[in-house]
């Protein structure tokens, strides 16, 4: 089972980018979907950004516009550009594998990384 890696957080001003990576620890060519999620405290964890194996990518609409996530199988890689932050992406971001995406097992053997916090100050 892979294991991920996130990194790239911290702290910024609002209006300013940051870039998040995931790293597995394999390629990732098998990963139907791998996403980012985001959580804060007293609040379930929401999808942020999903990438498929074949490059379909879906947004939560709060940052559709803002946020592009990408994928380097090879090299078992995902990204997360974030501009434009808002306070209110201020969250616990998580990298998520889920290698049966679209099918019946889906989220049967999904993998989630430690997460990693992005701070926006206003």
């Known amino acids: 089972q892979v294991q991920l890696v996130e990194s790239g957080g911290g702290l910024v001003q609002a209006g300013e980018s940051l870039t998040l990576s995931c790293t597995a620890s394999?390629?990732?060519?098998?990963?139907?979907?791998m996403g980012w999620y985001r959580q804060t405290p007293g609040t379930p964890r929401e999808l942020v950004a999903r990438?498929?194996?074949?490059?379909?990518?879906d947004y939560a609409d709060s940052v559709k516009d803002r946020f592009t996530i990408s994928r380097d199988n090879a090299k078992g890689t995902v990204f997360l550009h974030m501009n434009s932050l808002k306070p209110e992406d201020t969250a616990l971001y998580y990298c998520?594998?889920?290698?049966?995406?679209?099918?019946?097992?889906?989220?049967?053997?999904?993998?989630w990384g430690q997460g990693t916090w992005v701070t926006v100050s206003s």
């Open positions: 998520n594998a889920d290698p049966w995406y679209g099918t019946r097992r889906e989220g049967t053997q999904e993998v």
């Open positions: 990438i498929t194996s074949t490059g379909r990518t």
């Open positions: 394999d390629t990732i060519f098998s990963i139907n979907a």
